[in-house]
């Protein structure tokens, strides 16, 4: 059937600030829902309260709302605005769990608006796990025995029913929140507590639990005729216990059986039809026994798109939210085209030729204390993804993707040796466990022991011990008496020229120059969805070593916008907002765009936003191959955040053009030192400093400066590794740890300015003209992290004086750096005189907060500086709006209970969102503004 024309307006609701368990996939399947509807002539309202994001920007939808996620908001848009239909299931738990609020006050029913894309009695059956369980039952689908607790008396008798170990499983939560494997009684009271607590119905599944099984998901869309086609399987490579966002996953699935596999897609199509009449998206995880058998269970099913839904997108180019959308009003899957191939049906089922790898990305460095032990619980931040022809390929190219200062899986000089650590690593999973599975076949553990300890298949085990085989095999060679069989096979499985430079003990250039020389050359291939068995028009690569190349180079003029990585805390979601941008400017200007990056949660990543992306790591070997094949006019870097700017020295070296702000500006003031010195020139006011090497000359230098001291590296984001100190002893302690860290960093010691407040500006410079696009006023005083920090712009109260050093120093410093593009300068303000913390030329985390509060696309005007295209005068900047936004930060300690919540100069925050108010009287304005001065009473 043809879609609804009934529906004429829509609205989507987003997924709130960036948390734990819930982070920006749901942005990029929220944009391309958006844009799918729009295709359609549909008026599209959002409501969300993050300004971090693509999804709540102009060229997403027509109408943005940034307003908390509330049922308050939803009547207020649902007075201003004739909404026909609301899409819930783009938003994750949050948008569904309003969605259900509103229905249950009769919000929809009183103005009209059906929900499309789910039904409530899904939700329901899916979220309360009593309804779920019985449902499963009437269907003949096996689960792990499981009973609901909702008291603590309840929850104890269960526990004495079942025995030990148990996986408690809070209900209507998300990323795994309050969840946790007992393995003992004595743990049980205090992680039942959590759970209880942790539900908003106070309610928690307690299942006897399968650990050791292994993992599966299968993400399933369906019509209103009840077709139903599986987009892709995906299978854990950590067994039951990890959660699934904490666990490495592949795709397709590798391990299972072809009869269990269909046997699988049965029961998925089954369970989906169980649950409610809908048509959608809908995300099915199963548990499967390590035997023979290969009994399955269900595990849970979400009738939405879902966090692995985005990962399914990247991982088979098929646009499930775009696709999601379209079923929801209406279409029929025979009836909608695959956007890969453009020539055959959404009906038609992606197949595989090259294998996804994804590898979480963790930031446990930021939360000292942390139990870093994995488990049902979501613990990480962000994630990365590697294609490539074979397991092996993709796993290596993954782990070049992670920025942990590791080149890639093993061959770096970073294995542990020691038996008894990695045995212990082994059994309890954390962050590390796959390198230390490497270690431990590089040291001789036998295959079995290692299964036995993790109980990870061991055909993934195999795998990564024929990489141990062929390194130990490189090993017996220079480079001089490397064969090229040898290094080609190396290469075919992933292993970076650094990784071989590491074994045969050379230079990474003598490698490249070996492997060129030998013809041993990168190409690319196209991610198709059919197997090559259609023909694909949408330009999607990735690499690998083979005789064909399957990226064809136009003759057109090219940049390349090199992407953010994984998301992380200091370097989230705000830069990909950036990137988009960047793309989308570069496009009008005439350029060919292209994209590089390895981050699936993204919207730079979705294949029709720039002219090509290349799904490959941010790491150097890889960029530089692709730059060599495309031969682009420059390479824009200072929109991907620190992962971008570190790579700007090597394009500098290779004589490769960065565009915008050049590489010695950049360098400049990355170089804590430089810049300082560079401020005393144009005698601007900056702390007292001083650079050291080592502990001595900390402590010969605190005694001229005075405590307290702020201690900082160069080169790094988020804050990382400074500390405020006190004393000389602190002072010693904290520079042996960093050096250790940071090996060869220059560090920074400033005199700490006690009770300043912080400001900062973003600007846009063409090196002669400066316009500041947002100043902002921190609540909380010098010595949090600006990232942590509660921001209003404009100010609020400074006074003119302070206001017109913060707008002079802005002008002259970006001058003085010789900016072309974006800057943000941070400030400290002390008895009405501005000192000058730091200045980064290139975009900031707070130019999306500012462009939303001010409604104009600042990193779209700053790309076309970058590009020569326009001058700053060139454009017309709107009035500012009136009133106030203040950036509220957002944090995910509700995952780690025992860590120390105190902030300070090392950012801690995962996301952030927006709120606006007409004038200072406003009693959350009053809330927060309270903080300040109980800050400055500390």
């Given amino acids: ?45 959002l409501i969300n309260s993050n300004p971090a994001t693509i999804m709540t920007d102009k060229v997403t939808a027509e109408n943005i709302y940034l307003l908390p996620l509330t049922t308050q908001s939803i009547v207020k848009i649902l007075e201003e605005r004739k909404i026909d239909a609301v899409l819930p299931t783009m938003g994750g738990q949050t948008a569904l769990n309003l969605a259900m609020k509103c229905d249950e006050m009769g919000i929809w029913k009183k103005y009209g608006v059906r929900m499309i894309g789910v039904d409530i009695e899904a939700i329901e059956v899916t979220e309360d796990r009593d309804k779920f369980r019985a449902r499963m039952e009437e269907i003949g689908v096996g689960m792990a025995p499981s009973k609901i607790a909702r008291s603590f008396l309840e929850g104890k008798e269960i526990a004495q029913d079942f025995g030990f170990p148990l996986v408690i499983r809070p209900s209507f939560t998300l990323g795994g929140s309050g969840g946790s494997v007992v393995y003992e009684k004595a743990d049980f009271d205090a992680a039942l507590n959590r759970g209880l607590h942790t539900s908003p119905i106070h309610e928690v599944l307690i299942d006897k639990a399968v650990l050791g099984w292994k993992e599966f998901e299968l993400e399933l869309l369906r019509d209103k005729n009840d077709n139903v086609t599986i987009i892709c399987s995906i299978e854990n490579f950590d067994p039951m216990g990890v959660h699934t966002g904490d666990s490495i996953t592949v795709a397709p699935a590798m391990t299972l059986s072809d009869s269990t596999f269909q046997k699988m897609r049965t029961m998925a199509i089954k369970m989906m039809r169980a649950i409610g009449n809908f048509a959608g998206g809908c995300n099915v995880q199963f548990a499967v026994s390590p035997d023979e058998k290969e009994e399955i269970i269900a595990i849970e099913i979400n009738p939405r798109v879902s966090r692995s839904s985005a990962l399914a997108s ?6 499930i939210a775009k696709i999601a959308s379209k079923l929801a009003i209406g279409y029929n899957l025979d009836e909608l085209m695959n956007q890969i191939t453009q020539s055959t049906s959404a009906y038609f089922e992606p197949t595989l030729d090259y294998v996804i790898v994804k590898i979480p990305r963790w930031n446990f460095d930021k939360f000292k204390g942390a139990n870093r032990e994995l488990g049902f619980q979501m613990k990480s931040v962000g994630e990365v993804m590697a294609i490539g022809r074979s397991f092996q390929e993709a796993l290596q190219k993954a782990c070049q993707s992670l920025e942990i200062k590791r080149n890639g899986l093993g061959a770096d000089g970073k294995e542990v040796k020691n038996q008894a650590e990695l045995l212990k690593s082994l059994e309890r999973p954390s962050w590390n466990r796959l390198f230390h599975i490497y270690d431990a076949l590089k040291l001789g553990i036998p295959v079995k022991t290692i299964h036995k300890l993790t109980k990870i298949d061991p055909w993934f085990l195999n795998q990564i011990e024929e990489l141990v085989i062929l390194e130990s095999e490189i090993h017996k060679h220079k480079i001089g008496t490397l064969p090229k069989d040898l290094l080609y096979e190396a290469k075919q499985k992933g292993y970076a020229d650094r990784q071989i430079a590491h074994i045969v003990d050379c230079l990474e250039s003598e490698v490249y120059k070996k492997r060129t020389e030998m013809n041993i050359n990168r190409v690319y291939k196209l991610v198709d969805t059919c197997a090559a068995e259609f023909e694909a028009r949408t330009p999607y690569y990735y690499s690998t070593f083979e005789d064909e190349n399957e990226s064809v180079c136009s003759d057109k003029k090219k940049i390349v ?43 730079s990543t979705d294949f029709n936003v720039a002219d090509k992306l290349y799904f490959e790591p941010v790491f150097w070997e890889h960029i530089y191959d692709i730059i060599k094949h495309e031969k682009p006019v420059g390479v824009i870097v200072q929109l991907g955040g620190q992962t971008a700017l570190k790579l700007a020295e090597k394009l500098e070296r290779y004589g490769i053009k960065i565009i915008g702000t050049d590489f010695k500006s950049l360098d400049l003031a990355e170089d804590r030192g430089s810049f300082s010195t560079l401020l005393k020139e144009n005698n601007i006011p900056y702390p007292k400093f001083g650079v050291i090497e080592d502990a001595e000359q900390a402590i010969g230098l605190s005694k001229d400066l005075g405590f307290p001291l702020l201690v900082r590296p160069s080169y790094v984001l988020g804050g990382q590794g400074m500390k405020i100190v006190i004393n000389e002893q602190e002072l010693e302690q904290h520079v042996v740890n960093m050096l ?18 912080e400001a900062e500006a973003d600007a846009i410079c063409d090196g002669k003209d400066v316009y500041i696009i947002g100043m902002m006023e921190h609540i909380e005083p010098a010595g949090i992290h600006s990232g942590d920090s509660y921001a209003v712009l404009p100010p609020f109260d400074l006074s003119e004086k302070v206001l017109k050093q913060l707008e002079d120093y802005t002008k002259r410093i970006a001058i003085a750096l010789k900016t072309v593009g974006l800057i943000n300068i941070q400030f400290a303000v002390k008895d009405e005189i501005v000192y ?12 999306p907060f500012i462009a939303k509060a001010y409604d104009e696309p600042y990193v779209n005007y700053a790309t076309k500086v970058m590009l020569g295209e326009k001058k700053v005068k060139d454009f017309k900047f709107m009035p500012r709006k009136k009133g106030y936004a203040i950036k ?51």
């Fill in 1 to 45: 059937m043809p879609r609804d024309k009934s529906i004429k307006s829509v609205l989507i609701i987003g997924s709130g600030p960036i948390i734990i368990g819930q982070a920006c996939e749901f942005d990029y399947s929220g944009s391309q829902a958006a844009r799918s509807l729009k295709e359609e002539g549909i008026e599209v309202t």
């Fill in 314 to 319: 990247k991982a088979t180019g098929y646009p």
């Fill in 561 to 603: 916008v090199l992407g953010s990585g994984p998301n992380r805390i200091g370097q989230g979601i705000e830069f990909d907002y950036s990137c988009v941008h960047g793309v989308l400017a570069a496009k009008e200007c005439g350029y060919e765009t292209i994209m590089i990056n390895c981050n699936p949660e993204t919207v």
């Fill in 740 to 757: 250790k860290d940071i090996p060869g960093n220059k560090v920074l010691v400033d005199h700490f300015l006690e009770g300043a407040i």
């Fill in 836 to 847: 000058v913390i730091e200045a980064n030329p290139r975009a900031s985390r707070t130019v």
């Fill in 888 to 938: 509220i930060p957002v944090f995910s300690y509700e995952k780690f209970p025992e860590v120390n919540k105190e902030l300070g100069p090392e950012m801690k925050s995962t996301g952030e969102a927006i709120y606006f108010i007409d004038d200072l009287t406003d009693e959350y304005f009053h809330t927060i503004y309270s903080e300040r001065n109980l800050y400055l009473s500390k």
